[in-house]
């Protein structure tokens, strides 16, 4: 039982360019989140999804889309690379009680993303 | 939507000694409230979390205590050890059926051996 596994966990792009980040989780786990972490601004939540197929914004989603196809995978893009994406990248995800309470989210290790 | 804080950002203490953290929330409809330890360079980890309808829970050296009155929440850590040096987040979470969470922006705790 891997958890939540992140693909890449480095990766230096040029200004401009695209790419996939790969979160996969083998938990069953219906909820998936990505996040961005940067120095004093703790986690903030870019997109999340409830279920297979189903995506929705949060915190700060400008310049990414996400896609949640099969139910144990969250991508996340990037179309255009820029500077300001520089930063550090987590998945995490949660098991289904709704309704009921909340559950932990458990997280990847992180991708290191820098844009240059 | 709901906005966490942490106060204090950075906090030293010697080894053997405990460590208080406190996190305040704004919606009033939060009711899971959970901590994370993050190591450096590491994946934030679940270490306790609370419901609304409990005011306290320990695991050990750790505890958490919520006044929903107030809307606070704290993290004590008892004797403290060189390996609870870490940064910890708090988070709170409601009863949208999203399980979304909104994370504190973390405290750096130093233990001085």
């Known amino acids: 039982n891997a958890g939540v596994t992140q693909t890449p966990k480095f990766r230096v792009l040029k200004t401009g360019q695209s790419m996939t980040l790969l979160c996969a989780q083998d938990m069953n786990h219906e909820y998936m989140y990505w996040y961005r972490q940067d120095p004093g601004m703790g986690l903030r939540l870019i997109h999340y999804?409830?279920?297979?197929?189903?995506?929705a914004k949060g915190e700060v989603p400008d310049g990414y889309n996400v896609s949640r196809l099969k139910k144990q995978n969250f991508l996340l893009g990037l179309e255009s690379a820029a500077p300001s994406q520089t930063s550090v990248y987590f998945c995490?995800?949660?098991?289904?009680?709704?309704?009921?309470?909340?559950?932990?989210?458990?997280f990847g290790d992180g991708t290191r993303l820098s844009i240059l | 939507g709901e906005n966490v804080e942490q106060h204090p950002s950075t906090l030293s203490v010697q080894e053997g000694d405990s460590a208080v953290i406190k996190c305040t929330y704004s919606?009033?409809?939060?009711?899971?409230f959970p901590w994370y330890k993050q190591e450096l360079g590491k994946r934030p980890q679940l270490i306790i979390d609370i419901r609304s309808n409990v005011g306290e829970k320990k695991d050990q050296r750790i505890a958490v205590t919520l006044n929903k009155t107030a809307k606070h929440f704290s993290l004590h850590i008892t004797e403290t050890q060189p390996e609870d040096s870490a940064v910890y987040f708090c988070a709170a979470g409601g009863p949208y059926g999203n399980n979304r969470l909104a994370f504190g922006k973390g405290n750096q705790v130093v233990v001085i051996p």
């Open positions: 995490a995800s949660s098991y289904d009680r709704d309704p009921g309470p909340n559950q932990p989210q458990h």
């Open positions: 919606d009033s409809a939060s009711n899971y």
């Open positions: 999804s409830v279920g297979e197929g189903t995506t």
